[in-house]
């Protein structure tokens, strides 16, 4: 029985402004196959991890509150703090990561030094993909609330 692959594709406007809540189901559900986003997808659904986004009005001078140490996505309100927290979860995985990639390159390269491979082909080499790079994520947040938990978890 062959069955339609799934694609649900969001930009991060749908993430801030409470689509959230609805992706996350459709992911948590297993009702799509696939996802394509954006980095702001991403990026806003682990600060939505962290700290709320508060409902403001479209009519607040982003000049003024900027001042204040607060960001505007339309009628929505994020402090500064929000995405400093985000930094300061996200630097420590990227390092981590890096250094995984740079064992596992060392690994492959004492492989590919012993020439006991066959018909010529190399083993294969790691690298982290964008999807590879989105999964941990999603894993490393281990946070119901997450699309990308949710995606991660369900191998979508």
Sequence with gaps: KIRARIFLAYTSNQIS???REIIRFIVQHGLVD???TTAGGIEEDIIK???P???GDFKLKGKDLRK???NRIGNLLVPNNNYCKFEDWMAPLIVQMHNEQDEKLAEWAKEVAKGEYE???LPPRFAWTPSKVIERIGIEINNEESVLYW???NKI
């Design 151 to 153: 995606a991660a978890k």
């Design 17 to 19: 402004c409470g689509q």
């Design 34 to 36: 696939c996802i394509v």
């Design 119 to 121: 018909d010529g082909e």
């Design 49 to 51: 991890c962290f700290e």
């Design 53 to 55: 986004t508060f409902m």
């Design 68 to 70: 204040k140490g607060i």
